[in-house]
């Protein structure tokens, strides 16, 4: 059951976020160089490293999805990579907006960070329809936990290839080169990180709660009405639900 | 890079918040939308139980 402690885990989350907006706007002091516009970092840092993080638990969970050949498996990897998606997205604006304060341009090519992290999600964003374009549930389960690995390998490796890369344009927020942060700082970066972190569990658990529901509801469906009564699935890039039989 | 003024900074920070509150938001009016056809889908479930009953009433 996903929503059992759910409403426990959403007050803690919004508790984190708004201690974590307090702490930003007026603990963490305004950074020297860059000034109040930095505050946008510890938003959009944390949103970055949870949506590859997010991408790679998809990874992960598609590798479970595999070995036990349990659909309740690919469900969890769909909605992990589903909302990375979303936190994608966010990440990608709230960075734009930052290098339009910051260099005065919403975007810049030859940046490796930006362009490889709009390479993920250019490349996440093909796994909706790869699932959509497959009509039998098994195969499109399989193909889709295929991808979830390939791609969920793909972002380390990525992303250790720009930190070795040589340009380092883009501001570093955790390394030992250049950009780490002082005191106060750290700890509401810290802060940010664990408040997005809640925010994207407290989300997965939500959508999990609600397509378990949903399965629940057209299993019983089908106990109470019949095979027979029961309308062909609508194709979709969803996991079918009906497919999930006693999904937990 | 220079420091930018808060009167120049303060509004790419506030939409930069702004956007991710709104995509939050966002997320929970689809699922918000989810949850009603769950509710509507919980009600047809309800007639159906309630008119097998009535029809084993019947018999």
Redesign the interface.
């Given at each position: 059951m996903y929503g059992r402690r759910l409403p426990a885990l959403a007050l803690a989350t919004f508790a984190t976020l708004t201690l974590t907006l307090v702490a930003v706007f007026f603990w963490a002091p305004n950074d020297a160089t860059e000034g109040f516009l930095q505050k946008i970092f510890y938003i959009h840092v944390p949103l970055a490293i949870i949506t590859l993080g997010g991408f790679v638990a998809g990874g992960v969970m598609a590798v479970m999805h595999l070995r036990t050949r349990d659909a309740r498996w690919d469900m969890r990897s769909y909605v992990a990579i589903h909302i990375s998606l979303v936190f994608g997205v966010a990440v990608l604006i709230t960075g734009s907006i930052w290098a339009k304060g910051a260099w005065g341009h919403w975007w810049v090519w030859d940046e490796p960070t930006l362009v490889s992290f709009l390479l993920i999600m250019l490349l996440y964003a093909t796994y909706q329809p790869l699932r959509f374009a497959i009509e039998d549930p098994e195969r499109q389960a399989r193909s889709a936990s295929v991808f979830a690995i390939v791609a969920g390998v793909f972002v380390p490796i990525n992303f250790a290839i720009v930190r070795l890369s040589t340009a380092y344009v883009h501001p570093r927020t955790l390394s030992n080169i250049s950009g780490n942060l002082p005191g106060r700082m750290q700890v509401v970066f810290y802060l940010a990180l664990v408040s997005v972190a809640m925010l994207w569990i407290t989300l997965w658990r939500y959508e999990m709660t609600s397509k378990h529901a949903s399965a629940q509801l057209r299993a019983l469906k089908r106990l109470l009405g019949g095979d027979e009564d029961e309308a062909p699935a609508r194709r979709s890039a969803a996991p079918s639900v009906t497919h999930l039989g006693g999904v937990r | 890079?220079a420091?930018?003024?808060?009167h120049?900074?303060?509004p790419?920070?506030a939409?930069?918040?702004i956007?991710?509150v709104a995509?939050?938001l966002l997320?929970v009016a689809i699922?918000a939308g989810?949850?009603s056809r769950?509710e509507r889908?919980?009600g047809?479930?309800t007639e159906?139980?309630q008119r097998?009953r009535e029809g084993q009433d019947t018999l």
């Open positions: - | 890079m420091e930018l003024p808060l120049t900074a303060g790419y920070v939409a930069a918040y956007v991710f995509l939050i997320y699922m989810k949850l769950i889908e919980l047809e479930l159906l139980a097998t």
